[in-house]
């Protein structure tokens, strides 16, 4: 199991690293919606220039705001943890471009989920799956604008980043 290597790695890491405290406020005071893709992790904060302790990274699949969870996390960046300026970062070849609600109801079934369940969610709207991430990038930004417990005064940026280049590119410019 990965949990093995994970904990043994930890040991290692504890005994090297130093220990810094941080504070909890985000230095850049920046909110940061973006995508759970591995190939983030690691490339998008230098990409950025960002480091530790400087923004809240609010991570999910596609970086698609389906219910209220992402919000109450922006929201909770803004009123809680000083956040000035919001960020929704697409990328490119994303996962969750053309998901197809079908295939993930057939998956659902093999794996043993009953019918029943499956029927009570509209799983194509549930899962989030979206057919542009440049549009789909544009939607969230939307989203967050017009969120009622959203204040006006925050810019909500839309950006896309290339997967491969770590090139930054601005679809929606809130300055
Ligand atoms: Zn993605």
């Not at 690293?17 to 850049?28: I, N, R, T, V």
């Not at 973006?34 to 190939?39: A, I, P």
């Not at 803004?78 to 956040?83: E, K, Q, R, V």
């Not at 989203?143 to 491969?164: E, F």
Request: charge should be negative.
């Amino acid at each position: 199991m990965m949990l093995d290597e994970i904990l043994e790695n930890n040991k290692k890491f504890v005994e090297e690293f130093e220990g810094e405290k941080l504070s909890h406020h985000p230095q850049k005071k920046l909110a940061i919606l973006t995508c759970m893709d591995c190939r983030l992790t690691g490339f998008l904060e230098p990409a950025l220039g960002i480091g530790r302790g400087d923004a809240k990274i609010i991570k999910n699949a596609g970086n698609n705001i389906v219910d209220e969870d992402a919000i109450r996390s922006i929201a909770a960046a803004i009123f809680n943890l000083g956040a000035e300026e919001v960020m929704v970062i697409g990328h490119t070849d994303c996962g969750m471009a053309g998901s197809d609600a079908k295939k993930l109801e057939k998956t659902m079934l093999e794996r043993g989920i009953p019918q029943e369940e499956i029927d009570k969610y509209d799983l194509k709207s549930w899962i989030g799956g979206f057919k542009d991430e440049k549009e789909n990038v544009l939607d969230n930004v939307d989203k967050i604008k017009n969120h009622p417990l959203i204040p006006n005064d925050v810019p909500i940026h839309g950006l896309m980043i290339d997967i491969v280049s770590g090139e930054l590119e601005i679809v929606s410019d809130d300055r």
